[in-house]
């Protein structure tokens, strides 16, 4: 900054640091959970995370809002009006819908996490009238279901038996209704706001099940947070070819306990240099294979010695908390970011 009136903004002088150590480093992209308002103004290639909270919606299930709710599209739009801020910016490549929701995690079907979690609902409503298409009268819905029930009770009242298995088909098939309804209606949101910028979906952990994947075709990208030593090439392959996309990792890391730090990372190695050629293992051979096209590691520092705000004090940064570069990391990373273009 030049000038004798100009006053350095608070976090300027860390964010010349860290890109500095970035470019340094030869990385191209500033990834997720980052103050990319830095890196906009230094015209860096960044990424933005977002995060759906239906205000009108509501949530139904764990963060699985009420997606047949009258409000629910005035929430999306709302959750996608802050990407206007950038969407004339060249140096972003895209956003993030948002990460690893809880309802992804769950053992049950988004359709049946609503019963059993919600007295009524628009999106109860909606399912009482999808089986009404299906069945002609409560004895036959009961008959399919292998269980005393009615429509109106599909509707209302919050569910306390167990479901028969019988009933997982319709579960399943209107949860991915709801999922699509999800994902179709917040990506449009998002284009609307921002046309110009891709989609870089909702970074799932893992593979998808068919019943979600119809509702993530509204992507342009498929992201997920592999912790692994590699990315499977096979669950690439399967993404791609369920949802025909391009998969990006939207998380990985490797840490060890050799520099005083109380926990490692959620992968494990000896040592400083062992972290830097798992690093080079895991992104040459994501850059060598079809379907990958990048890998943002978590984190650029090491987590404090005291914790994070959840107490998660791992050794996966390239620089310690003092800004000190990790020298075996910076020198696999370097010959790898070189390396992988090619």
């Not at 000038?3 to 608070?10: A, E, L, S």
């Not at 996309?245 to 306990?257: I, K, S, Y």
């Amino acid at each position: 900054l030049k000038g004798p009136t100009t006053t350095p903004r608070k976090g300027d002088k860390w964010a010349n640091v860290a890109l500095a150590e970035m470019k340094r480093l030869r990385f191209n992209t500033v990834g997720n959970w980052s103050e990319y308002e830095f890196a906009a103004k230094a015209r860096f290639p960044y990424v933005r995370p977002m995060s759906f909270n239906g205000r009108r919606s509501r949530a139904i299930y764990r963060d699985f809002p009420d997606v047949y709710h009258a409000g629910f599209e005035a929430d999306a739009a709302d959750y996608a009006a802050p990407l206007k801020a950038t969407a004339s910016d060249p140096a972003l490549i895209g956003y993030f819908l948002m990460n690893e929701p809880t309802w992804a995690f769950s053992s049950e079907l988004p359709a049946a996490g609503m019963l059993y979690n919600t007295d009524a609902c628009a999106s109860r409503g909606e399912f009482a009238r999808w089986l009404r298409q299906k069945y002609a009268a409560d004895a036959a819905l009961a008959k399919a279901w292998n269980i005393e029930t009615t429509f109106e009770r599909v509707a209302f009242g919050r569910w306390r038996d167990a479901l028969p298995q019988e009933a997982h088909a319709d579960l399943r098939e209107f949860s991915a209704a709801m999922v699509e309804r999800y994902f179709q209606t917040i990506s449009k949101a998002c284009r609307a706001a921002d046309p110009n910028h891709l989609n870089l979906g909702m970074r799932w952990a893992g593979i998808p099940p068919d019943w979600a994947a119809r509702g993530m075709k509204s992507f342009d990208v498929f992201s997920l947070n592999c912790y692994r030593q590699k990315l499977p090439r096979d669950t690439a392959a399967k993404i791609h070819d369920m949802l025909k996309m391009p998969v990006l990792v939207g998380e990985w890391h490797f840490g060890a306990l050799d520099v005083g730090l109380p926990a490692s990372g959620l992968m494990h190695v000896r040592n400083q240099a062992d972290r830097g050629r798992a690093y080079r293992v895991y992104l040459e051979d994501a850059a060598a294979g079809p379907y990958c096209v990048g890998v943002h590691w978590f984190t650029l520092y090491d987590e404090s010695a005291l914790g994070r705000f959840d107490g998660e004090n791992f050794n996966i940064g390239f620089l310690d908390i003092c800004h000190r570069a990790y020298d075996e990391m910076g020198r696999a990373a370097i010959a790898s970011h070189e390396r992988m273009y090619q």
